[in-house]
């Protein structure tokens, strides 16, 4: 099994950045693609960004390309979700996910999300 455990959340005024990390731990080497994934307040979960296990490649979602950037250290066994530019409607739960495949889903582990709140 992987466990995924997200940190980086807070409150952060509009316009203000965050990093979102995500650690995974437990069986790692067969973790591969990674993703970010939000769900706000009555809506579904949706995908932010993934990278690949590489991290040769990358896909971040319209709504926040230009202002969200993916990343992963698998030396740490790390993913991160660098956001800058926030918005009110960035605020949602964030939730990483981990993928026995190299690219995409479906994933395969859940992280329990962590709460980002963007106030005016």
């Known amino acids: 099994q992987v466990q995924l455990v997200e940190s980086g959340g807070g409150l952060v005024q509009a316009g203000g950045s965050l990093r979102l990390s995500c650690a995974a731990s437990?069986?790692?080497?067969?973790?591969?693609?990674m993703g970010w994934f939000r769900q706000a307040p009555g809506k579904e979960r949706t995908i932010v960004a993934q990278?690949?296990?590489?991290?040769?490649?990358?896909y971040t979602s319209d709504s926040v390309k230009g202002r969200f950037t993916i990343s992963r250290d698998n030396g740490k066994n790390t993913v991160y979700l660098q956001m800058t530019s926030l918005k009110l409607e960035d605020t949602a739960v964030y939730y990483c996910?981990?993928?026995?495949?190299?690219?995409?889903?479906?994933?395969?582990?859940w992280g329990q999300g962590t709460q980002v709140t963007v106030s005016s």
């Open positions: 990278i690949s296990g590489s991290g040769v490649r990358t």
């Open positions: 437990g069986r790692t080497s067969s973790v591969r693609a």
């Open positions: 996910a981990a993928a026995n495949r190299d690219y995409g889903g479906p994933y395969d582990y």
